[in-house]
């Protein structure tokens, strides 16, 4: 396993972490896997023997049972893991069951931290935009826990551009604590991130975990044109992450299937080793079904992808030029910074545009 370092922090996390999702299966989660207590240690320990040193839930997975489950099998070996949860989501039918006013956010930390079996959170995510609270009300109930110790380090998940830096800015103003990390949707398929949020993760040092990096195993090379695995999240009716151009995505499967192929490994490999290859990026959090998965995507951190490789990649992958990115790329390029090149890096072929 490698380590980096989180964002603007000097905390270190395994190049992946390990994903809940699939712990509870309760409701709609049912429809992703339904690990009880005996799979998920099974799928923890194999994850820490192959050196992953986060486990990433929310409160609102499985309605608080994933946390649970996280909390029971790490029972005596909490110090071995850094664990990250998240608090926005609606989990409750009252008019305050939802948001990140100070009220919701301690409330639910708290009732993570029970469910947990710990006396902290070692990453709290905002898990969603809540345009409704003030943020200084927000980053402040964030202080507050804190200085209880109730939470290490902050970050947040889903925001656009603008709402990071708005609250780094408030941040900034009143002397709060700052995100150090955006969870965030970034693949092959979805690289919509590259506009403004991996930007911002260079720039502003806000670095970037990325929640399902293989699409939902639409990336795995297990899932073809013509029908997917009955055993697949899709084949039970999930629907996320949107796909807006099928035959785009497929063109992008043949290119992993070749190149892995070529070198005797698996698409999801390939796929991991690209994501992990994009600027800002401090962990993927990959989630599975079974050991074999976790296996495959840990050997996939040691994976080097050359040049070749890396540009049939974004030659398949590459998103639209778009405004004003294309009117900086013709009259700005002498004059851009690394945060900058985050983006325009994959354009200097195009030369004027």
Same mark, same amino acid.
């Given at each position: 396993m490698k380590y980096r370092t989180l964002g603007r922090s000097g905390l270190k996390v395994s190049a992946l972490s390990m994903g809940t999702f699939s712990f509870g299966g309760v409701g709609d989660f049912a429809k992703v896997a339904t690990h009880g207590v005996t799979e998920a240690r099974r799928l923890v320990d194999t994850c820490l023997d192959g050196g992953i040193n986060v486990i990433d839930t929310a409160n609102m997975y499985s309605f608080g049972r994933s946390e649970e489950i996280v909390g029971e099998v790490l029972e005596g070996r909490r110090e071995r893991v850094l664990i990250s949860s998240k608090a926005r989501m609606r989990i409750g039918d009252g008019p305050n069951d939802e948001g990140v006013s100070r009220y919701h956010l301690v409330r639910e930390c708290e009732r993570s931290l029970k469910r947990l079996r710990t006396d902290h959170i070692d990453i709290y995510f905002l898990h969603e935009w809540d345009g409704v609270t003030p943020l200084d009300e927000t980053l402040s109930a964030l202080d507050s826990l804190m200085r209880q110790g109730k939470i290490r380090y902050i970050g947040c998940s889903n925001y656009s551009g603008w709402h990071i830096m708005k609250a780094l800015g408030i941040a900034e103003t009143h002397h709060l604590p700052r995100f150090v990390t955006q969870q965030i949707h970034y693949t092959l398929e979805a690289r919509e991130a590259e506009y403004e949020l991996l930007p911002i993760a260079v720039d502003q040092g806000v670095g970037v975990m990325v929640w399902s990096p293989l699409a939902a195993g639409l990336l795995s090379g297990r899932f073809g044109r013509d029908k997917f695995p009955a055993d697949s999240r899709q084949a039970a009716g999930w629907t996320e992450p949107p796909i807006r151009d099928s035959e785009r995505l497929w063109r992008i499967?043949? /290119?992993?299937?070749?190149?892995? #192929?070529?070198?005797?490994?698996?698409?999801? &490999?390939? =796929?991991?080793?690209?994501? +992990?290859?994009?600027?800002?990026?401090?962990?993927?959090?990959?989630?599975?079904?079974?050991?074999?998965?976790?296996?495959?995507?840990?050997?996939? /951190?040691?994976?080097?992808?050359? #040049?070749?490789?890396?540009?049939?990649?974004? &030659?398949? =992958?590459?998103?639209?030029? +778009?405004?004003p990115y294309w009117h900086q790329h013709n009259f700005a390029r002498d004059r851009f910074c690394e945060g900058d090149w985050a983006l325009h890096a994959g354009y200097e072929d195009l030369g004027k545009v």
């Open positions: 499967v043949d /290119v992993l299937n070749d190149i892995a #192929a070529t070198r005797g490994v698996t698409a999801a &490999q390939i =796929s991991i080793a690209w994501t +992990l290859s994009r600027p800002g990026i401090a962990s993927l959090v990959v989630g599975g079904t079974e050991e074999a998965h976790f296996r495959d995507n840990i050997a996939a /951190v040691d994976i080097t992808l050359t #040049a070749e490789e890396l540009d049939r990649l974004n &030659q398949v =992958s590459r998103p639209p030029y +778009l405004y």
